[in-house]
């Protein structure tokens, strides 16, 4: 199935959406990522730097004791031994002397697991450092320092350890708060795209609205005369008899075809922003008069009252607008049975346009100004383009219902400056 131009619109919207949700959203777990990686970090080191201190201050406390021994009694006297963290001083290897912990118990440890890695550092001959779990679960941080004895030889280690949870639930915090936010900064970035992915594609929306309007817009308004232009030319085949009689009426007819696609064009244009308005001064009441003289009334009754009054539009499109009124006014300002009798005014940089009709229904009265709407419902262009054109100049066209009965059109233009 083939989709139209505004599927396909609009499927490019929610690409372009998608796209640009997609680039941020990459781009923000990167950035989350490294933040979280830096913050785990961070606190890492400093915990080490805690124990490290620890370590350093014990070892220095230290004192050989024959050739594999060491003696703690100075760690004794030191106020690290009743601080946090706590440490233990542990054999290892050659080491022949007892186990000292401190003298303060500041997390629950397993000793056989701190013997394992003062092991460990011994064999190895360097420091460890990493995290390993309490009995009850929490996190604890640790580092084993090696020490050697008088041989040379590494005879024990000094393992401190740190209680981790305050650090732990610290970053957990940390991972809340910078999910959350990339999470609502996603959602963001995501109405954003949306947003300036409408807005990138609105002139083509646009373009596309308008040419797709002035398709419909010339086929709807060319159906009627393209079908009386046929019927005629059908009833000349049949009755060449008849050909004078319709000659005029298919001449007329088609001038009425090259107006209705000439205006259409002229408004597509323009809309589109090719060509601009021809804007200058123009004395409104000597266009309108010329208008009226050159409009066949056809038995209807048409007056006029003018000021003298100057305004600055596009002569072209404003004489086609009020030409509009003048024609809506003629075809459907008129009772059953009497003839049209229409009264212009103009004055102020206002055409007012007055017929004797039935009026205007109050809750119909907006749809009149919608293409291929008309006062009898039927199909056709003409206020719509008036009241276009009206805008296009910056003005209004109003609409109201006199107390005597018929319709009222009042046409707003831009008045021309005054010259000094």
Not at 165 to 178: F, M, N, P, T, Y
Request: proline letters at 5%.
């Amino acid at each position: 199935m083939t989709r139209s131009s505004a599927d396909r619109l609009r499927r490019l919207r929610v690409l372009l959406t998608i796209l640009f949700t997609a680039m941020n959203t990459i781009g923000l777990v990167v950035v989350a990522w490294l933040v979280l990686a830096a913050d785990s970090r961070q606190r890492d080191e400093h915990l080490d730097d805690e124990l490290y201190r620890v370590t350093s201050v014990v070892k220095r406390l230290l004192r050989a004791d024959g050739p594999d021994g060491i003696s703690t009694a100075g760690v004794d006297r030191d106020e690290v031994n009743d601080a946090c963290p706590q440490f233990a001083v542990l054999p290892g290897g050659s080491g022949t002397f007892p186990a000292k912990l401190s003298g303060r118990s500041c997390v629950a440890v397993d000793v056989n697991v701190l013997n394992g890695y003062a092991q460990q550092a011994v064999e190895q001959g360097k420091f460890l450092y990493g995290e390993i779990d309490a009995p009850d679960g929490s996190p604890l941080r640790m580092r084993v320092d090696p020490v050697r004895a008088q041989s040379g030889r590494y005879a024990g280690a000094v393992v401190a350890v740190a209680d981790a949870r305050a650090e732990a639930d610290a970053h957990e915090r940390q991972v809340l708060w910078v999910v959350g936010g990339a999470v609502v900064l996603a959602g963001a970035l995501g109405l954003a795209g949306w947003l300036l992915s409408g807005r990138a594609i609105r002139p083509a929306a646009s373009a596309l609205e308008q040419q797709e309007q002035l398709l419909a817009e010339t086929a709807h308004d060319l159906r009627t005369p393209v079908a009386a232009l046929r019927a005629l030319a059908e009833t000349a085949q049949r009755h060449p008899a008849e050909s004078a009689e319709l000659l005029p009426r298919t001449v007329a007819l088609s001038a009425q075809m090259g107006e209705i696609i000439d205006g259409l064009l002229v408004r597509a244009r323009l809309a589109a922003g090719v060509d601009r308005l021809t804007v200058q001064p123009v004395w409104l009441d000597q266009l309108v008069s010329g208008l009226v003289e050159d409009t066949p009334a056809e038995g209807a009754r048409v007056t006029l009252t003018a000021a003298p009054c100057t305004v600055l539009v596009d002569p072209v499109l404003v004489r086609r607008a009020i030409g509009n009124l003048l024609d809506n006014a003629l075809r459907y300002g008129r009772r059953p049975g009497e003839q049209a009798v229409v009264h212009i005014t103009v004055a102020g940089g206002r055409v007012t346009v007055a017929d004797h009709g039935p009026g205007v229904d109050s809750t119909t009265a907006e749809e009149l100004f919608d293409r291929f709407r008309t006062g009898s419902g039927s199909s056709g262009l003409g206020l719509s383009i008036v009241r276009w054109v009206a805008q296009a100049h910056g003005g209004r066209l109003n609409l109201y219902n006199a107390d005597e009965g018929g319709a009222i059109f009042e046409l707003e233009l831009p008045p021309a400056p005054e010259r000094h």
